[in-house]
Structure formats: C-alpha cells, structure tokens
C-alpha cells in the first residue's frame, strides 16, 4: 500500500503500476493488523473471503464484513484494521476501468459472480495476456462494477473533541443505553450544542446515528456467525423482536436470513429501502 507521502511496499508496486485495466491482490492479514494512513495511485475495491475489516478514511468509518466490499477511488487517504484473521482479496483498476465504480468511497454489495470475478483475477499475475482468459475476467468484473449496488452504511467521523468523546464511547460499547443528555454531561457540553454537533458534523441526530452504528454492528456480528440473540445483545437491544424490526427498516431482511453468504442481499435490499 502506497504511504501518504511515502513510497509504495515493493510487494504492491506491480499491481498499483500494471498495464492492464484491472488486476487482483490477494493477501491474508493476522487480527489486529493496522495499515496505517494510506492512499493508492488506483481505485480499488477491498473485499475479503473471511474476516471484517474496518475502515477509516477521511470522512467516515465503514465495517466491512464479508459479502460486501468497499469501494475507495484513486488518492484517497484511508486505513484498515482487521477484526480477526482477514483473507483480503481486493482489485485495482485503472483510471479508465475506474470510471465504472462509485465516485465517492462506498459500501457495495458483492454479488456470487463479482466474488468468483475477484478470486479469478486474485489468481492472475498482474500483467496478464491481453487475449486471454483472463482479460474478460477483467472485462465482466467491470462490468459487474458498475452494477453493484452501493449503500452509504457509514458512521461520519466526529471532529469536534466533545462530539468525538460520545461517538468513541458509543463506538466501544454500542449497547451503551445513555441518553444523550447524560453523554453531554461526560463530554462537558449542553444537550442543545451536542445535538447541533450531531446534525452540523454527521447530518444525522444522536438517535439515527447511534441506530446506524447499532446496525453496521450487528451486521458484522451475524457475518462473524454470531446469532440473532446475540447479536441483538451486543449492540444493545433486550428485545429480539425490536432489534429485527429495526434490522428489517434499515436492511430489508430479517437477521435470521443474514448470514455469511446473505450479507451481499441485505446491503443490496437497504439500497432499496433508504
């Protein structure tokens, strides 16, 4: 991965400098592995097999889990964390190529045949034969590109110190049941300032932006395997019945139909119903 301000890893340069339109990088990653702040001179779409990552750029932070991947145009800074062991297997595309994909950084669905396209073009080296197989491997993966559905399930980064003290607390403990009149007493703010943060730097009040964290969470948690129940519990709802109701508003589905082969149809299914 190319640093900010650094020169790229020797094990990245044949994929962020190749000829050809759109080429596969495949890397496994230990848990807890942090890139750092980065950019890369190409747009890429980071999908892995196993694993979640989370992925902060500039604006906001996405979870990642697999079934979807996330869409990050050329130049622009981000970092990755994983959450437990990640097989990354991720494409580059060509400024040209590029034009097929979302112009800002995007959550998309990754439908069966875009995840065979990946795993294809991960297998290829990365100046594959320009008449072969492969190039319309790159072709359809285009194609399918421009295709995928895109949802901004995203949390927008806080920058104010006393806004950024709630959304960090709530971050760590998403089942956190305060009001926020009680979050404004611990970041020494007024109920009226915080509420204005929330809207003026996230465009979403206190409520729908701890709903959409309570949400992305729970949807990395059914990835990961984890149960309906417990899901729920995690990301702070004593009521299974509440939490699928509100699963079904965002996602278009139940939790129990999200597992890891469903999390492609519940991104696509929340395109529908945001």
């Not at 320009?130 to 949390?155: F, K, N, Q, T, Y």
């Not at 709530?170 to 611990?186: G, I, M, N, W, Y």
């Not at 990961?224 to 509440?242: C, H, K």
Request: glycine share 8%.
């Amino acid at each position: 991965m190319s640093r900010i301000g650094q020169p790229a890893h020797p094990r990245l340069r044949p994929f962020e400098s190749a000829a050809r339109p759109l080429v596969g990088y495949a890397h496994d990653y230990a848990d807890g592995h942090h890139t750092g702040r980065h950019a890369h001179p190409r747009a890429q779409l980071i999908y892995a097999t196993s694993g979640l990552m989370r992925i902060e750029t500039d604006e906001a932070q996405f979870a990642v889990p697999p079934g979807s991947g996330l869409w990050v145009p050329a130049f622009a800074p981000h970092a990755v964390r994983t959450d437990g062991a990640v097989r990354m297997r991720a494409l580059f595309l060509r400024a040209d190529a590029a034009r097929a994909g979302p112009r800002e950084i995007s959550l998309v669905a990754i439908s069966p045949l875009l995840r065979e396209l990946i795993l294809a073009a991960c297998a290829a080296p990365p100046e594959w034969e320009r008449r072969g197989r492969v190039a319309h491997v790159a072709a359809l993966a285009i194609d399918e590109i421009g295709r995928a559905a895109s949802r901004p399930l995203s949390l927008p980064v806080a920058r104010d110190p006393r806004l950024a003290r709630v959304t960090s607390a709530l971050q760590a403990d998403p089942a956190d049941p305060r009001d926020l009149a009680a979050h404004a007493e611990a970041a020494g703010a007024s109920v009226r300032t915080l509420a204005r943060l929330f809207r003026a730097e996230t465009g979403m009040s206190f409520q729908q932006w701890r709903r959409q964290l309570r949400m992305t969470e729970a949807l990395a948690r059914l990835a990961q395997g984890e149960s309906p129940e417990r899901a729920a519990g995690l990301v702070g709802y004593a009521s299974v019945p509440a939490f699928g109701a509100a699963f079904r508003t965002v996602f278009g589905t139940t939790p129990g139909q999200v597992g890891k082969a469903g999390i492609a149809s519940a991104v696509a299914s929340s395109q529908n119903s945001g």
